[in-house]
C-alpha cells in the first residue's frame, strides 16, 4: 500500500523537472485521491476496532492471541463472538498509558511485540511533498504566463535566449518579394554588399554600418525588407521581438541580449533582425509607473553589445519600429543604429506591385484589373493588401468559382476597410430612414464643398461592429500638406450627418458619435497643433509634436496653463459650431436633392458611380477610369507650400461663423 504511495510521490517528483509534463490541477486531484484511498486502506481496513476497556475485557477472558504494540495503537488478533461463533479476528485498539498491561501479557503468556512504526511518508508527504509541488505548479504557471508561450526550454533555462530567437539558416525571400518600397530596397543593398563582399569593403578601410533601423507603420513590410536582405546576401537571419525582451526578473532580458549576440557571432556574416524595438528602446524613465530597471538593464545590454562587437566580422543588427520618436536617443548615436531606412506606405504604383507580388500562385480571372484594385486602397499598407488577396481567395472558393474575380476582391477590399457586412442587423424602418438622411448628409455636405474629397459611395448597410452606415471617399494620395480649409471642410462634412438629422427630424441621435470623435479631434489638432486659430497664436500645445501616421489628428500629452486650457476649450467648440451652422446652411439649401437622394438610398442600400453621379453630379464623385488611364503618367512634381494660403484660409473661416 504504501508502495504505491510512494511510487506516486517518486512520479511526482521525477517528473517535475521534465521538459513537457503538462501541469494541470488534475495531477493534483489525482494525487490526493490516492492519498485518500491508500489511507482508508491502511487505517481501516478488515480490523475490528475495539475500545481500550473491551481489550482489557479480552485480554481477561484470554481470547487475545497475539499483541502488537506502537506508540499509537494496540493491534493484534483475538476470538471475538460474531454471531455466536468465537472467530479469531484482528482486531485494533487505541492505546492508553497502562504500566501494568506488559505484566499481565506476561501473566497470560501472549505472544507480544513492540513495534515502532511511524506515520513519516504521510508526514513527509504532507509536510514536504505536497505543499512543494503547490508551489511548483503555481510557479510553473507563472513562468509561463509571462514567458508567452513557446514552452520549450523548461523551467530552468531563463537566462538562455529560448526559441523565440528564430534562426533561418536561409530565408527563400529576395527583394523580388519586396514591392512597392524600392526606395528602402534601394539603400539597403549596401549592406547586401557588404555581406557579400566584407573583404573588398574592409581593404578599402570603409566604416561598415553596424546597425540599421527601419522605421515605418505596421504592416508595410518591414520584416520582409530584413529577411529579403539576409536572403540576397544569403547569410543566416537571426529574429527576436523587442518585447520578447522584456520579462518579469530583471537581468533575465540583458542575459538574453547577450546570449543573442553570442549566438550570431558565432554564425557571422549574418542579419540580427529585432522587430518592435520600441517595446525595449523606450527613452529611460519615460512613464512614471512600474519599475524600468528590466527594460533599462536590456537596452543597456543592447547598446553595450553593439559597442562591443567588430561590425567587420559581419554581424549587421536591423531593427524595426513604428514610433521612432519615442526611442531612446542612445540607440541613434553613431556606431549604433546610424542608418535610419524609411519604409513608407505604397503609392499606387507601390499597390499594384505589391498586388502583383500577391498572386503569384493563385489563380487570378485575367478580367481582374489589379491598377483599379491598387486606386481604391489608398492608405492600405502590404499587409492589407495580402489580407485583402486571400480573403477574396477565400470567397472565391465559398462561391464555388475556379478563379478570383474583380466582385471578390473588391468585397474583400471593402471588408477591409469598413468591416464585415451585416445585412442581419434587424433595423426598424424608422431607423433604416433616419441613416439614410445622415448619410446623405454627409455627401451632399461634401459635394457641395470645393476643397474635399471626392464621395466614392454612400451606404446604410450595417458593417462591423458598431458601424449602422458610411459614406466613403477617396482620398488623394499622399497628402502630406493638409491646409486650414481644407481641414475646416473636413470637420462640415463630418457634421453633415447630424446636420441632416436636425433638418429633417428636428432632432438629433446618438449615431452621430463616431463623427463627433473625429470633428473634435480635428478641431483640436487646429487649435493645439498646428497653430490654426487667431486667440491662440502659432503655438504648439502638445507635448509631443508627433503625431502616429494612421491617425494624424489623435490627441496625446498636452502642455500648457490652466487659462490657455479654457480657452483652448472654447476655441474648439467655436470651430466645430461655425462649421455645424455652415453644414446646416448647405443642406437648407439642398433639401430637395436631400430627400431625393435619401429615398433613392433607403431603395437600393447604397450609391456609388453612375447612380451617385446623378445627384452629387460627375466631378465631386470618384472616377476610377482616370485613375486607370493615368497609369503610365510621370508622378507630380511634390508641391510646395502655397504662400498665400493662410490668408485665404482665415478669411474662410471667417466667413462660417
Ligand atoms: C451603436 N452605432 O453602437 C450603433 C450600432 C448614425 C447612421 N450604438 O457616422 O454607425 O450609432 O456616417 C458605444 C456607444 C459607435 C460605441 C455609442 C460606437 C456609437 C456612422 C456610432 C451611422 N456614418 N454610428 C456614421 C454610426 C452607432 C457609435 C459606439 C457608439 C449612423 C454612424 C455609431
Ligand atoms: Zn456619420
Redesign the pocket.
Known sequence: MSDTQEKKNNKKKSATPAKRFNFSLWYLVAVLLALFIAQAYMGGGKSEPLSYSRFKELLNEDAVKRVIITQENIRGEAMIDSAGVSVLTPFEAVRVDDPDLVKQLEEKGIDFEGRFESDWLKGFFFAWVLPLGIIILLWSFLIRRMGGGGGSGGLMSFGKSRAKVYMESATKINFKDVAGIDEAVEELKEVVEFLKQPAKFRALGAQIPKGVMLVGPPGTGKTLLAKAVAGEASVPFFSISGSDFVEMFVGVGAARVRDLFQQAQAKAPCIVFIDELDALGKARGASPWASHDEREQTLNALLVEMDGFESSKGVIIMAATNRPEILDMALMRPGRFDRQVVVDPPNIDGREAILKVHIRGKKISKDVNLRLIAARTPGFVGADLANSINEAALLAARRGKKEIEMPELEEAIDREMTGLERRSRVLTPKTKEK?AY??CG?AIVGAKLPNTDPVHRVSIIPRGT??????LYLPSEEQYLISKQEIIDKIKVALG?RAAEEIIYGEI???????LQQVTAMARAMVMDYGMSEKLGQVVYRRRGHTPRDNPFQTQDDYYGEDTAQLIDQEVKEIIDRCYTEALQILRGNQDLLRNMAAELLKVEMLEGDKLAEFLGKDRITDYSEHIQTKDAPEPPAESPKEDDDDSVGHNLDKSG
Do not use: F, V, W
Open positions: 441613416i445622415h448619410e454627409h458598431a458601424t449602422l452606415g458610411h459614406t450627418g441621435t446618438s449615431g452621430a458619435y463616431s463623427d
